[in-house]
């Protein structure tokens, strides 16, 4: 089998498209934009993720010698349009919101202004990136919010939806201000804290509960978390309180111990209880298992003595809202602006600009969706980022993006930081952008 490259991450109908662009000499400047159309129920906001992995796929956009031999036994595409892509590159500018960002319904996050196959040939990998890792920050957010300052980790990598899936879900969460990841493959990538504890299996490998416990101290003395509730959670803590004494005689202290099942609350209260009895006053506990933000709004407000909350399955999935309507759709060429009429899907015509304004107490006070050079109130949140298909400035580091995410976060209003929803946002649309509307649907 040839080797394929990541050009082939594309659907059929855009190399068809491009075909018949590059026999009608169809190659002038095209704008296409990339957007969500709607929140999912009980979502008052989206998180923009994936921009540098979206920049990252355009510098290297190249298909391979084994791609266009694919594509030439595949059948349906003429010499010449192979020789073409072959030797394509992404040439085009890029204009975006900084990850980290907080927005909303209709505001485009992403604008690539290329020649025409260009920019329809990046279109299925740009939204792939752009869709998985903005999905999973807008979620991993709600959990942050309602954690309220208790650290939360991700432990979703083994129900993820592929490996690729489990990388960005660890990166987004992250970037979403999530403390850290079980994942070791995405903190050597994306230099992400790791985290870890033990299995069950672990103690189920072992006769003793309580060998499985010095074993596992022993193995990793400076960070010692004991999962207790294999068996029988309140006895396991005395075990730990028991242990706890001859690992000191050892120079080992239990950091922590690990909650995975059962009760949340009740047990938490009741192991606190035991640990501190014990003079386990600073032994931490961890809490996973199936947890999302309704549970964990449940657990803080209940005040659970809980120290930190382990999320995986429901935030790596995105479990409640899977995926987002999300567009990518062609706004501009030769400079003619177009629009989609098509019903429930309209789309706003032209090179489009958000602006948004922060209020006295600092928080968000709405935004406007306005065409590029129609300066309004506010600031502009779509920026230059690539031009002639290269970064016009270095990536930044994870923990800038990190750090951007949790100021946007800190802007949000109060009743947008819930997790039922809310009254909407106030976004609008400029009066130029709606006379330009009305302008193109009177050629169209």
């Known amino acids: 089998m040839n080797s394929t490259s990541d050009a082939l991450l594309i659907d059929l109908y855009e190399l068809t498209m491009a075909q018949a662009y590059l026999d009608q000499r169809m190659t ?8 969500v159309r709607k929140l999912p129920p009980q979502r008052n906001f989206f998180m923009a993720a994936g921009l540098e992995q979206v920049l990252t796929y355009l510098e290297e956009f190249q298909f391979s010698d084994g791609d266009i031999d694919w594509l030439d036994r595949a059948g349906g595409f003429t010499p010449a349009f192979l020789d073409t892509v072959l030797a394509m590159r992404f040439t085009g500018a890029v204009h975006a919101m900084p990850e980290g960002t907080l927005f909303f319904p209709n505001e485009p996050i992403l604008r690539i202004t290329a020649p025409l196959p260009q920019a329809q ?10 869709n998985f890792q903005t999905m999973v920050a807008s979620k991993a957010c709600r959990s942050v919010l309602v954690a309220d300052g208790t650290p939360l980790i991700d432990f979703g990598l083994r129900r993820a939806h592929g490996v690729e899936a489990g990388l960005f879900a660890a990166r987004a969460g992250y970037v979403a201000g999530l403390a850290g990841t079980s994942n070791v493959s995405a903190g050597a990538r994306f230099t992400i804290p790791i985290y870890g504890t033990m299995a069950h299996s672990f103690v189920q490998a072992h006769l003793d509960e309580m060998q499985a416990f010095t074993h596992i101290a022993q193995a990793q003395p400076g960070n010692v978390v004991l999962l207790i509730d294999t068996y029988e959670t309140e006895a396991a803590a005395g075990k730990v309180v028991a242990l706890a004494a001859r690992l000191k ?5 239990i950091h922590g111990v690990r909650l995975d099942s059962g009760d949340l609350a009740e047990h938490a209260r009741k192991v606190r209880r035991i640990l501190d009895r014990g003079g386990l006053t600073a032994t ?10 309704e549970r964990i709004h449940a657990l803080v407000a209940g005040q659970a003595p809980i120290d930190s909350f382990a999320i995986g399955t429901a ?10 309507d999300c567009a990518y759709k062609l706004q501009e060429y030769a400079g003619r602006p177009c629009r989609k009429r098509s019903e429930g899907k309209a789309t706003w015509p032209g090179r489009k600009q958000v602006y948004r304004r922060i209020g006295t107490d600092e928080r968000l006070n709405g935004d406007i969706i306005t065409i590029e050079g129609d300066c309004q109130e506010g600031r502009p949140l779509l920026g230059h980022v ?3 298909g290269h970064r016009l400035t270095s990536p930044p580091s994870l923990e800038e993006i990190r750090r951007h995410a949790r100021l946007s976060l800190a802007q949000l209003p109060d009743p947008l930081r819930r997790i039922d929803r809310s009254a909407p946002y106030d976004v609008r649309i400029s009066t130029l952008l709606t006379e330009l509307a009305h302008q193109v649907d009177r050629h169209t």
């Open 28 to 35: 002038e400047v095209a704008v296409f934009e990339f957007f």
């Open 315 to 324: 935030m790596t999935t995105s479990a409640d809202a899977p995926y987002l």
């Open 249 to 253: 005689e050892q120079g080992i202290s």
């Open 386 to 388: 690539m031009q002639g």
């Open 121 to 130: 040939l990046v279109e299925t990998r740009v939204m792939n990136l752009l």
């Open 284 to 293: 931490k506990i961890l809490a996973s298992g199936n947890l999302d933000e």
